[in-house]
């Protein structure tokens, strides 16, 4: 039996393989987690350390204000604010959703709104919550300390003077890009270069320290426009007035100074405040002095006669034949709109807006001649004010004319402009016959121009415009105490469906002051004035003597018509005394 047992194999244990195999076991797991580590530490480093970045830092965008704009003394027309626009990151807010109704409350928004933005959008990292946010506001929303809540810096346009410059200055988006105006024209100089830097965060998304600085950020440029916000003030004024008395449908009024071309106030009515987005409708924000054109009737009158005076075919005091008091031209017959004047002046034929008397002049000329000066004043073309959406107006070419265009077109009919366009076309006759380009920047020196009549024919077209203010004119009521004033009426009817109508006109002033050396041009367009009153020797020539008036005061240009003081000769010997003295003088002057 002992020599059986000496020849079976040896047996080990179950348990004690089994320990050996979990020692085994135990030393590959804490082997393989050496090399994990060994392997992290030396082989992976830099992928460790970019997803511990990944996690804590973020790279974030330095906003940069918009640049200043200014009228032409510096006063602010568009100035950026700072603001906060609040931020969520969905993906850290589904654990604080029963926080939500405390955010919406701090935001200022709709509970159930602000629900469906977390919620529909939790697959995403970054959602805007509330746009442009005062500070003090945004404090209090961070002060709540929601995860995946955050804010981030940004500027807010705002427009210290409101309506009175929203039509020229325009406006931004909430992006606070231009929209409208010189905003727009000017986007490329006005706009900032955001820059960018590192930041650290801690798990709630809240900044807490810079890291790095990426690239600095570069604010915009101030744009100094060549507006004078004290005459725009005044001609806003004038103008909301004359349009709310007369329940005119619109209205425009632009003043410029004819040595530079310069924009010196541009208004219209109606009008809204680019602070107030909720006013943004095409309707109100379209700046009609520049895309608007109209028929300007009887104020175009002055550069048909002009082109007579350039060519030589008649003079300031040639006798024109107005009557019977109407002129038939083909099938068509030119009316007045009072009695037949006669045989009369050139001059008188301006100052008492003769239809009849400025057609047959017209009719006198070569119709390539005539067009000639009248595109050479810049009708139908661009004022190169660089104004978006501007007009070019209608001048339709020479060669399409028929006789009764020539006559209509010479009282302002069979064409069309804008304010501004008619008001460059005023200062041509105001800077001695040069047409120079309309410039909505302040301007050093003046632009190069063009020569649209000789210096001869300007004078003489101011000369004969001051007869249309004077107590036999038709624009007597633009006359300004204590200068002379070269101007001209225009009425228009509108055209409407099969011709014109016969209730809707077109009210017009155009002027220079003082006549003697200009320093303003101004042109008042009143559209459908209401009631009795509808001539623009009624409606639009009372608003340019104000506009006017006060703008040359606030300007300290000085009179040029002064009536002459009376001329008292005091005599030594017999001692005659003037009235106008006070008693003590008087006195003292009888004792000598």
Not at 236 to 253: D, F, H, Q
Not at 441 to 461: D, F, H, K, N, Y
Request: proline fraction near 6%; charged fraction near 20%; avoid cysteine.
């Amino acid at each position: 039996m002992s020599r059986r047992r000496r020849n079976r194999p040896a047996q080990v244990a179950p348990g004690r393989w089994r320990g050996v195999v979990l020692l085994l076991a135990l030393g590959l797991a804490a082997a393989a987690l050496e090399g994990r580590v060994l392997y992290l530490q030396l082989v992976s480093q830099d992928f460790l350390a970019e997803q511990g970045d990944n996690r804590h830092l973020r790279t974030v965008q330095i906003a940069a204000h918009r640049g200043l704009i200014t009228d032409r003394h510096g006063e602010p027309l568009a100035v950026s604010t700072p603001v906060d626009s609040i931020w969520a990151n969905p993906k850290d807010m589904k654990s604080s959703l029963d926080r939500l109704p405390e955010l919406a409350g701090a935001l200022g928004v709709d509970g159930e709104w602000l629900a469906r933005r977390i919620t529909s959008n939790l697959n995403r990292e970054f959602v805007y919550l509330r746009r442009h946010l005062p500070p003090a506001q945004s404090a209090n929303v961070l002060g709540l300390s929601i995860p995946g809540v955050s804010a981030v810096r940004e500027y807010r346009r705002y427009y210290p003077a409101g309506e009175v410059v929203g039509h020229v200055v325009g406006f931004t988006d909430v992006d606070d890009v231009g929209q409208e105006g010189l905003e727009l024209a000017f986007d490329h100089w006005l706009a900032g270069e955001p820059g960018s830097k590192r930041i650290l965060q801690d798990r709630l998304g809240r900044t807490i320290g810079d890291v790095e600085l990426i690239r600095e950020s570069r604010p915009g440029r101030t744009l100094r426009t060549s507006l004078d916000l004290r005459l725009q003030y005044l001609a806003y004024r004038e103008l909301k007035a004359a349009v709310s008395e007369t329940n005119a449908k619109s209205g425009s009024a632009v003043l410029l100074d004819p040595a530079t071309g310069e924009v010196l106030a541009m208004v219209n009515q109606p009008a809204y405040n680019p602070n107030d987005r909720t006013q943004f409708e095409v309707a109100r924000y379209r700046n009609r002095a520049v895309t608007d054109i109209f028929e300007p009737g009887s104020s175009f009158k002055p550069f048909a006669l002009a082109a007579a005076l350039e060519y030589g075919l008649y003079r300031p005091s040639s006798i024109i034949d107005t009557s019977p008091g109407y002129l038939k031209v083909g099938s068509r017959i030119v009316t007045e709109d009072h009695d037949d004047l006669g045989a009369v002046t050139m001059t008188t034929v301006l100052a008492k807006s003769s239809n009849v008397g400025t057609g047959k002049i017209a009719l006198e000329m070569e119709p390539e001649r005539m067009w000639e000066v009248l595109s050479s004043f810049g009708i139908g073309r661009l004022t190169e004010s660089g104004f978006p959406g501007e007009s070019a107006g209608v001048l339709h070419d020479f060669r399409r004319w028929r006789p009764v265009e020539q006559a209509t077109m010479s009282y302002g009919y069979g064409l069309s402009v804008t304010t501004l366009q008619l008001a460059r076309a005023y200062a041509a006759l105001a800077g001695g016959g040069m047409l120079r380009p309309v410039s909505l920047l302040a301007l050093s020196e003046p632009p190069r121009g063009e020569q649209a009549v000789t210096e001869q024919t300007a004078a003489a077209m101011l000369r004969m415009m001051e007869a249309v203010v004077s107590p036999e004119g038709t624009g007597q009521q633009a006359a300004v105490r204590n200068y002379r004033i070269a101007g001209k009426t225009g009425t228009a009817w509108k055209s409407s469906a099969g011709g014109y109508s016969k209730n809707r006109y077109t009210a017009v002033f155009a002027g220079v002051a003082p006549a003697t050396d200009p320093r303003l041009v101004a042109v008042i367009v009143i559209d459908e004035p209401q009631g009795g009153a509808y001539y623009g020797g009624d409606v639009a020539a009372p608003v340019f003597s104000r506009i006017v008036s006060g703008a040359l005061r606030l300007l300290a240009v000085p009179p040029d018509a002064l009536p002459e003081p009376p001329l008292t000769i005091l005599d030594p010997l017999d001692r005659t005394v003037p009235p106008s003295l006070s008693a003590a003088a008087r006195a003292e002057v009888s004792t000598r």
